[in-house]
């Protein structure tokens, strides 16, 4: 839309229309102070150089008035400014359930993708085009960004928890991704690629990447493995709440917390138990804290979410 | 232009220069004004050390590979950084300009405590050499913001002797905001109302307010990084159920502030330049004296605009940005008032103009981009990209780096006694002007392209814009350099200055230059606001109520 | 007993009560820096309470109840001792002054002796981060976190208590012995009052934050 | 003892406390009340701690701790009387800390995850 203007980025995403749009108001109307400004201090300045014929007589004195003036006139444009940047924001960071979900891994210098049907990549993450992407983003060390400057979409990375991220990619091709967050020595080289497909190429490319198990059957088998289907699972004698279902849902707490189960939240369970003790529970569960890898909870992570597809009835 | 008067004949003291030659005469000083040249020559060196910093990154960034080494790159933007903020603009103006001329300006013969004020010079400087101390064990490569769990846990480098010597800075700004305020409060002379005070020393108290709140919380911040660090503390390791996002708010809540530090000043003296040489009362006292204020108190509501992108929660980031164009509101009221200032002027172009023009004109471009950064949607973009590193610095060197010379040229002949040459000021100041936007303006373009801050190599196509800039910064180089070399010459060539050269009316003007000791003979008595100056036929009231006709 | 010492105030000032006002006042700006100061570690220690109530209430059991209580008393008894030294400076009780100052330090150095003995008892409870700790299983993993606050707020406000300590001591040594203390001029013994009971002041906010929360 | 506590109701009700406390005047009464009283206040905070409140605990420790502040700063410390903006510069401190605590509050109070007491 805007690529008549010079040095114009490439813009590939839903986000990247919607922030254009706003940066091009942004410009113009900052142009235009510019240019306020410049000409008034060209104007006087030559018109009231010393020496200049141009009368100096009454003085403006009262100056209030003109102070209210541009005082209000930029608040209000500001306002607008404001209201329509929050708008975008707020619709561009509260990530909506997508189409897909890929989980992120982030450590010092690379980028580590792992799509749902099990397939993993390195510093390049493929994408379907035109189906809204959710990306769960985790970093195994110190805070990195996900930046992918055609998406204009940038999100840092925090570790220790979970940060998500979502766009709709729209052309395919090729796009650079960046880590914005300086994260050491080979900051500069932590990048990679994004490469957006039409979707059944994209569904070729998942299966020439070969169908392993799924995150969700890699995540079951460390749930048999860690024991947590000793107490969670179905036949389990042990009193701990049933993990069916769970994903999303708001969970009431032993202390009278109510919290949504989402990521990060059953991520913080897994962790640290002892501060999510459900409500009509005992506090029994180890913590697991230092002992699961991000990849691990990734796996797990999915395999409760995929709890709630089936049916409530066929419980692990 | 300047007006030729004798020296005030009542007056047979010994310049401040001439009370005294030894060493220990200058060492163990309480005469501001001397602290005040001590300080000078501090910030000066630290500036070209930082400069040289600078210049590593611009030179390295000349290829799209990198010429340095990466390890070395990082180090040298993080010495960069930290050199330039601390150790230069938070001090640039307060320390130099402010330290020689709040207690004249408002007809005191001194500072409230000369010696708080000679132990903060001190103490800046033992800050400094713990730096270049941390940099020569082999310096840090965090950037000067230590986001953690980088610097607690993962940098293999010298974190805690620069946290450290952050910490003892903090001690020196403490003790210059808390002279300032105590001065401005107490020491006013006979006259000097609240709503007569210069716009600068406006400034400056309302920048030792930041400084005095703002301080204390980044050195707790520094206290527990340093624990974390050397004793594996876990306050910021999430590992352990610490937050990292803490030490960014604790960071940001003097960071952010740290921002009006720099600029605040540099308002206070365009302000009086501007009005200077336009020879007019400047446009809306009131309203300028207002917002400064008010600059400094919204300052502290804006901080987590640097964590837009960082995972703080969109009601707070909502907040934050609304708080963030408030903040711009008065600094928008005084660019226009400046601007309006000019208006039946006599306007004189002269070096301190030059810069003061310069500095309105890359304020205002710093401010706009300023703005679109505060937009919440836009900085989910533009975030820790070139285009906030082209914004801050054109607010921190177009700006703060700007208002510093045209201070220094304006009052050189009152610190010094001697006129500097016009010609060549003039073009260095135009120089300075040019250079900069050549510098920084490609910073822009290669932002809004998507390049990162901090990246030591980048893709081939951003090369022309990296060039470009490294090209600019050359040409800024030799503008500061400049003034070292004619400023230094006029020292001892330049013709001798009256007490007033530029028929100002400030107080300072109603010394002699350079001022003795104890600035004033007899304590003057203000009977006039600043800045009577009547564009009409020429002639000034300077505040003790002379009247000069020009 | 009047001395015959008198006091010129500085050439910046007008008189000696100016003078005394804006060392007043430059006491209370740095105090202002010192509520921010000690304010921020406080802000991490309620964020962190917040986040781990339960994990805090089981750490802070492990605190020396008894130290923090007795140290309060001696803390506020001391900060009257520090009033009563500036009340009779004021009025001229030269040797009233002096002995209710040297009840201070001794308040003083008592409140640091039970803070010696106090750290002592957490080393041997091996609640010392770093250095000899250990974490026990319903504390894990952020119980950790309230011994740093602990060991840093407790060391900062023994720093300032030091500071108030030699800050008396000066005052003893220097000012008063050349009789420079007059009910005329008593402001540098006022701004060491203000000073010391703003230590005080900290201590009141973190013996609830250590001592209080989550006893019961 | 210049400690007036005038409770001065003109037709406009209003309540006027003068607490300025001059040390060359008062006597030492008040400052031994005024210890009285803070002790007592600490005996109350220490009651509460095991009263088994809750988080209103916390409240009320907190709150007394604020009101002996209030105590140690007038009697103690004198915070009214000349020079007369003594009380800008200490609240101005208490009001900048406040900004930190609450506006840092507020991200984390409004986060997904921040645990809800309800």
């Not at chain 1, 967050?181 to 994004?194: I, L």
């Not at chain 1, 797990?300 to 979410?305: H, K, P, V």
Request: neutral net charge; contains cysteine.
């Amino acid at each position: 839309m805007y690529h008549w203007m010079p040095f114009w980025p490439r813009t590939a995403a839903n986000t990247g229309h919607a922030i254009n749009s706003l940066f091009v108001a942004e410009l113009a109307l900052s142009l235009a102070v510019l240019a306020m400004v410049v000409g008034m201090i060209a104007s006087f300045g030559f018109v009231y150089r010393r020496g200049s014929a141009a009368s100096r007589a009454d003085l403006t004195k009262k100056t209030w008035h003109f102070e209210i003036g541009w005082t209000s006139a930029t608040f209000l444009l500001f306002l607008v400014a404001f209201i329509w940047g929050s708008y975008v924001y707020i619709w561009a960071y509260q990530t909506p359930p997508g189409n897909l979900e890929i989980y992120v891994v982030a450590k010092q210098f690379m980028w580590k993708f792992e799509h749902p049907g099990g397939q993993r990549e390195i510093d390049t993450l493929h994408v379907p085009a035109g189906q809204s992407i959710r990306l769960v983003l985790a970093s195994e060390d110190v805070i990195h960004a996900l930046y992918i400057p055609a998406f204009r979409l940038q999100r840092d990375v925090i570790p220790g928890t979970y940060e998500t991220l979502w766009f709709k990619a729209e052309r395919p091709g090729t796009y650079r991704l960046e880590c914005a967050e300086f994260c050491g020595t080979q900051h500069a080289h932590m990048d990679g690629a994004v490469i957006v497909m039409p979707p059944p190429d994209y569904a070729r490319w998942l299966a020439e990447r070969g169908i392993h198990e799924s995150l969700a059957e890699q995540g079951e088998k460390l749930f048999r493995a860690r024991g947590c289907s000793g107490c969670h699972g179905a036949n389990s004698t042990v009193h701990a709440p049933s993990l069916v279902g769970v994903y999303g849902t708001l969970v009431h707490l032993q202390d009278g917390t109510v919290r949504r189960a989402d990521e990060k939240y059953l991520r913080e369970c897994i962790l640290n138990p002892r501060s999510f003790t459900v409500a009509g529970y005992p506090p029994v569960m180890p913590d697991f804290s230092g002992q699961l890898s991000e990849d691990d909870l990734i796996e797990l992570i999915a395999y409760i979410r995929s709890l709630n597809s089936q049916n409530a009835g066929s419980a692990p | 232009m300047s007006v030729e008067a004798a020296q005030p004949a009542d007056f047979a003291q010994p310049s401040y220069l001439d009370s005294g030659h030894t060493i220990r005469s200058w060492l163990l000083t309480t005469d501001h004004k001397r602290i005040a040249m001590m300080f000078l020559a501090s910030i000066t060196f630290w500036f070209f050390i930082g400069g040289m910093a600078a210049t590593l990154v611009r030179l390295s960034l000349a290829t799209p590979d990198g010429l340095l080494q990466p390890d070395i790159f990082n180090r040298a933007f993080t010495m960069h950084g930290i050199i330039m903020v601390w150790l230069f603009l938070i001090p640039s103006i307060p320390a130099t300009l402010g330290n020689f001329f709040v207690p004249i300006m408002i007809g005191a013969h001194d500072l409230a405590f000369p010696r708080l004020n000679l132990l903060s010079l001190y103490v800046f400087n033992l800050s400094g050499l713990v730096v270049l101390y941390a940099v020569l064990l082999g310096g840090v490569d965090t950037g000067w913001y230590f986001y953690t769990p980088y610097s607690t846990l993962y940098s293999n480098s010298y974190v805690f002797a620069a946290a450290m010597a952050i910490f003892i800075n903090g001690y020196s700004s403490i003790l210059t905001g808390l002279n300032f305020v105590v001065t401005v409060h107490k020491l006013r002379a006979p006259g000097m109302t609240w709503s007569r005070l210069p716009l600068f020393v406006w400034a400056i108290y309302a920048v030792s307010v930041v400084m005095l709140l703002a301080t204390p919380a980044l050195a707790m911040d520094m206290i527990l990084l340093g624990a974390d660090r050397i004793m594996g503390l876990g306050m910021f390791d999430p590992s352990r159920g610490g937050d990292p996002l803490l030490w960014q708010h604790m960071f940001w809540f003097y960071s952010h502030p740290a921002v009006y530090i720099m600029i605040l000043p540099g308002m206070g003296v365009v302000s009086e330049v501007i009005s200077c040489y336009s020879r007019r009362p400047i446009f809306g006292y009131g309203g300028m004296a207002t917002s400064m204020m008010a600059i400094a108190v919204l300052g502290f509501f804006v901080w987590a605009h640097h964590m837009f992108t960082a995972g703080i929660s969109i009601y707070s980031a909502v907040v934050f940005s609304l708080m963030s164009f408030v903040v711009g509101v008065p600094s928008a009221i005084k660019v226009f008032n400046w601007t309006v200032s000019l208006h039946k002027g006599s306007i004189i172009f002269d070096a301190p103009m030059i810069y003061a023009i310069g500095f309105i004109l890359l304020f205002t471009i710093g401010g706009l981009t300023g703005l679109m950064l505060a937009t919440l949607a836009v900085d989910i973009h533009v975030h820790d990209t070139y285009f906030v590193v082209a914004h801050f610095h054109y607010i921190m060197v177009g700006g703060a780096v700007s208002a510093f010379f045209a201070g220094l040229h304006y009052w050189w002949p009152k610190i010094t006694g001697r006129l500097y040459p016009e010609a060549v000021a003039r073009f260095t100041a135009l120089l300075t002007f040019v250079g900069f936007n050549v510098t920084f303006f490609p910073q822009f373009v290669l932002g809004y392209l998507g390049m990162p801050r901090r990246y030591y190599a980048y893709p081939p196509q951003w090369q022309s814009w990296n060039v470009l800039s490294s090209a600019g910064a050359s040409i800024l180089a030799v503008a500061y350099a400049l003034p070292l070399f004619y400023l230094g010459w006029s020292l001892l060539y330049g013709k001798r200055a009256g007490p007033n050269p530029w028929g100002a009316t400030g107080l300072e003007w109603t010394t002699p230059s350079p001022p003795p000791e104890h600035n004033f003979a007899v304590t003057p008595v203000v009977t006039l606001g600043p800045y009577s100056y009547d564009p009409e036929d020429g002639s000034y009231r300077t505040q003790d109520g002379t009247h000069y006709a020009l | 007993m009047p001395s015959e010492y008198t006091v010129e105030p500085h050439i910046q000032y007008a008189s000696l009560e100016h003078q005394g006002d804006s060392a007043q006042d430059c006491m209370w700006v740095f105090l202002a820096t010192e509520t921010v100061f000690f304010g921020a570690i406080i802000f991490t220690y309620f964020l962190y309470r917040v986040f781990y109530s339960a994990e805090f209430d089981v750490a802070g059991k492990d605190a020396v109840f008894w130290c923090g209580s007795v140290n309060i008393g001696i803390l506020l008894t001391s900060s009257l001792t520090m009033v009563l030294a500036v009340n009779s400076g004021a009025q001229g009780r030269r040797r009233a002054m002096i002995w209710w100052l040297i009840a201070t330090m001794a308040l003083g150095f008592i409140f640091m002796a039970v803070k010696g003995y106090e750290y002592y008892q957490d080393f041997t409870d091996r609640v010392v981060p770093a250095v000899n700790f250990l974490m026990k299983p319903e504390e894990a993993p952020a119980g950790e976190l309230f011994w740093d606050f602990y060991w840093i707020a407790t060391a900062l406000h023994a720093i300032h208590l030091t500071i108030g300590l030699a800050l008396i001591a000066y005052v003893l040594l220097w000012r008063i012995r050349r009789g420079e203390i007059t009910p005329e001029y008593y402001q540098p013994l006022e701004v060491i009052a203000i000073y010391w009971s703003f230590v005080d002041t900290v201590w009141l906010f973190l013996y609830p934050s250590i001592y209080l929360l989550g006893r019961s | 003892m210049a400690v007036s506590l005038s409770l001065d109701l003109p037709v406009g009700a209003v309540v006027k406390l003068n607490l300025e406390v001059d040390a060359r005047k008062a006597g030492p009464a008040l400052f031994v009340i005024a210890w009285a009283f803070l002790l007592v206040l600490t005996g109350i905070s220490i009651w509460t701690a095991f009263l088994g409140l809750g988080s209103w605990a916390a409240v009320l420790e907190y709150g007394i701790a604020a009101v002996q502040t209030g105590i140690l700063f007038t009697f103690f410390m004198r915070l009214k009387g000349p020079p007369s903006v003594k009380w800008v510069f200490a609240g101005s401190g208490f009001f900048w800390l406040s900004v930190l605590i609450g506006y840092s509050f507020l991200d984390y109070a409004t986060r997904s995850g921040w645990p809800w007491h309800g």
